[in-house]
């Protein structure tokens, strides 16, 4: 879920579409095979890419979509439209490695920055403190994230339940969020309350930011490594890095000329 733009998202889709290896790439070492996944991924972002079932990610975009959220007292009902999200394919990475004696390897990845543009419209009743809160909402999005940064460490080990195969351990997160900027508005409030409203995003974010920081990695190892060590299990690490190696060609050979 945090990680979801950063190598993990790299390492999954790896791993869900895993391809044979027809040719000997034991030149191309682990990291280097990463970072050409990575840049030939940036360059399709743009355009997708139908035959592996990778949607357009820049912008990524949702014309319509209604939603219908139901948990005891809290009862939802609306729809989000004309949902633009750019920058995901400006990413950088600002430095990656990996050690063959220690099977640890690192990553630095940034999103200069995200822009949120659409529209959700929302009503029904919030449960707070037991008691259902009636809440409408009409509200135009506009929201900017600065630099977010994930900052990551793992290393790979023995699968448990495959000798030839990975299994990540030790993985270490850590995600930094330096700005964001709400410049929402909401039909149903006044200039003074949508700026309120914008000033507690605002700070909000930026705080949860923060707060979430220690639960990063538990969050990550109950919600994603299983799935993503499952996928390994199936994959040594010259399977792994062919694999990068040849999606990256793949990709290149696309030849995406859609500028973002
Ligand atoms: C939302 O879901 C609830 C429970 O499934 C259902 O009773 C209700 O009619 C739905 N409302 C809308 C607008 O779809
Ligand atoms: C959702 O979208 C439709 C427009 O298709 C609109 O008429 C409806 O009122 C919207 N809002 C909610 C809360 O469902
Ligand atoms: C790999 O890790 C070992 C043990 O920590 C260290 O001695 C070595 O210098 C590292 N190699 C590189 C290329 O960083
Ligand atoms: C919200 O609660 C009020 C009062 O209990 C009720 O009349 C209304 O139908 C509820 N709305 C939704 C969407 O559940
Ligand atoms: C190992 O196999 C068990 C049982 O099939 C499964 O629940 C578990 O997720 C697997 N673990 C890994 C790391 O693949």
New binding site residues.
Partial sequence: MLGKFSLILALLVAATSAYPSTYDNALIGYSDAVEMFLQAWQKIIPCGYAAGNLPVLAPLTVDFQAFNYSNGNTNLVGNVSNIRISGLNNFQILSGGYNDSTNRAHFDVIFPQLQILGAYELEGNLSVGGLPLPIRQNVLINKKLIDWRFVGEYTFAQ????SN?L?ISDFDLKYFVAGVKVDNWDKYLDVAANNFVNNFIESFSLLFAEEIQPYVNTLFATYSL?AI??L??GLSLTELTDFFVMQAELWNMADCQVKA
């Fill in positions: 699968s448990a339940n495959n195969g299994q299983p060590n499952d390994l299990s």
